[in-house]
């Protein structure tokens, strides 16, 4: 504990961000940093509990809490307080594999287990996160270090997501031979094409790819395994099979007319082709979906919803309404609900600060979902019938009769969550698929029913978070590791 009475002493400060009025008319990340005087200070904070509960990666009442990666972030602050950067790095990249991606993206789980943020704010330990990998490329730390001796061993990852990247990673680093399919033209996933641009600027997973390159990981994109590659060819020219394709089975909405309507896209379709082409030409190639003077109605009130209304903002569109099925989250803490569980509060992220910003008001409405979709005679839509949605006595909601009100909608996007995943890579494969539709493997472990192919990730937990993706590729790669070796030091 570098400084005993830092918690007292120092207020939580975060990096600053440009204003909402002013990072919308751009796709750029949006945050700054602190001097560096001012991240010891934030460093300072942390009070090396006697039990860590920020890396404790706990489930309590099905949420979870903590760390899933156990990063060992007292010690790490520890290093932040004294401005040891080279020692902060070490630490924190004996648990994380990709702390520029979680620093970016994750919904720090770490801060809502803080002990300093049951009476006071949490320690700033995403943005400490952040600014010691930063910090570590900007010093030259992070230089490629391939393994000294080869196993003789390959495999074969098919997905190049966090859950694949961190799979390949460690069992690169542990000598293997590693190859990692790509059916799309960048590698990243959903990190690169689920996720904005100003969310997460794509040159840091670049930069990423090309150290690993540096290391000896070998990247196929455009490669869609089970399509353009047979399984048995993977099986053939390796010695394992990790299947990381995510879950990309997109959750369509129930409602009159969706079926023959235009202008609806699941928000992942709407996501990658923006992006895709903000990446390819700075839009130049019209190869989107664009919201510009559109009345644009989002169903689904997480991560990806709100990623959404960022995006449809900079378009320009002409209005935007998020329709979440769940009523509205308290502002604190209920007293059902206490430290260390996940908070079940009201959280504005930055795509609802921007509506406010530019429209006056919130966007969500909360305890709505769509009963029917309206078109024209082109079958074009251009109104949603949005209806309020009540629990009955079991609990189950159920729409409210008479509540419909109709509004404009020139564009729907449906961010609803995900059911799985596609199928097609689980049926070449012949693996067995559990009643999510993800692939089935015994608790806890990642070795599917054929032998040789293991899964980890979405496609074996199902949608989740990008940290708990990459606990799970590294989770996955001591398993493998152990099955072509017959032990594993990981």
């Not at 005087?37 to 509990?49: S, V």
């Not at 079991?394 to 996007?413: A, H, M, T």
């Not at 693996?431 to 979405?458: C, H, I, M």
């Amino acid at each position: 504990m570098g400084k005993a009475t830092g918690f007292l002493e120092y207020n939580r400060d975060e990096t600053p961000a440009r204003a909402p009025l002013e990072r919308i008319k751009d796709f750029k990340e949006f945050h700054g940093a602190l001097s560096e005087e001012e991240r010891q200070r934030q460093g300072a904070r942390c009070m090396n509990c006697g039990v860590p509960f920020c890396q404790s990666g706990m489930t309590l009442h099905g949420m979870a809490t903590g760390c899933p990666l156990h990063n060992l972030i007292p010690e790490w602050n520890d290093e932040v307080y004294h401005g040891n950067t080279w020692h902060a790095l070490s630490r924190l990249l004996k648990t994380n594999n990709f702390p520029e991606f979680t620093g970016r993206v994750c919904p720090a789980l770490c801060e809502v287990a803080c002990l300093c943020g049951v009476h006071d704010s949490p320690v700033t330990v995403k943005e400490n996160e952040l600014a010691i990998i930063e910090a570590g490329f900007a010093a030259g730390y992070m230089q490629p270090r391939p393994p000294e001796i080869r196993s003789g061993k390959k495999v074969a990852v098919v997905g190049s997501g966090p859950s694949g990247l961190a799979c390949a990673d460690m069992l690169n680093k542990r000598g293997h031979t590693v190859t990692v399919y790509e059916k799309n033209d960048r590698i990243g996933g959903l990190l690169m094409y689920g996720i904005p641009n100003m969310k997460l600027d794509k040159s840091i997973i670049d930069r990423r790819v090309q150290l690993m390159r540096a290391e000896g990981v070998r990247f196929l994109t455009g490669t869609d395994v089970g399509r353009d590659i047979a399984p048995e060819t993977l099986l053939e020219q390796f010695d394992a099979v990790v299947l990381c394709c995510g879950a990309e089975q997109a959750r369509d909405i129930q409602a009159e007319g969706r079926e023959q309507a235009e202008g609806i896209y699941f928000a992942v379709d709407f996501l990658t082709r923006n992006t895709k082409s903000y990446l390819d030409s700075n839009f130049a190639d019209g190869q989107y979906i664009d919201a510009k003077g559109k009345n644009v109605v989002i169903v689904g009130g997480g991560d990806t919803g709100n990623d959404c209304v960022g995006t449809v903002i900079r378009q320009g569109c002409q209005s935007v309404v998020q329709l979440e099925l769940m009523p509205k989250s308290p502002d604190s803490r209920a007293a059902d609900n206490p430290w260390p569980e996940y908070p079940k509060t009201c959280k504005t992220d930055y795509g609802q600060e921007e509506a406010i910003a530019v429209f006056g008001h919130d966007p969500r409405r909360y305890s709505s979902t769509i009963g029917r979709v309206i078109t024209d005679d082109d079958g074009h839509i251009t109104a949603v019938g949005v209806v309020r949605m009540e629990a009955d006595k079991k609990g189950r909601l159920r729409s409210v009769p008479g509540s419909e009100e109709v509004i404009d909608c020139d564009l729907l996007l449906i961010a609803a969550g995900f059911t799985g995943c596609k199928k097609y890579v689980a049926d070449a494969f012949g693996v067995d698929l559990s009643p999510r539709n993800t692939v089935q493997t015994e608790a806890g472990k990642y070795a599917s029913s054929v032998p040789g192919v293991f899964a980890a990730g979405d496609m074996r937990r199902g949608q989740s978070l990008v940290v708990w993706a990459i606990e799970e590729g590294r989770s996955c790669a001591k398993e493998v590791d152990a099955f072509l070796d017959g032990y594993s030091n990981m």
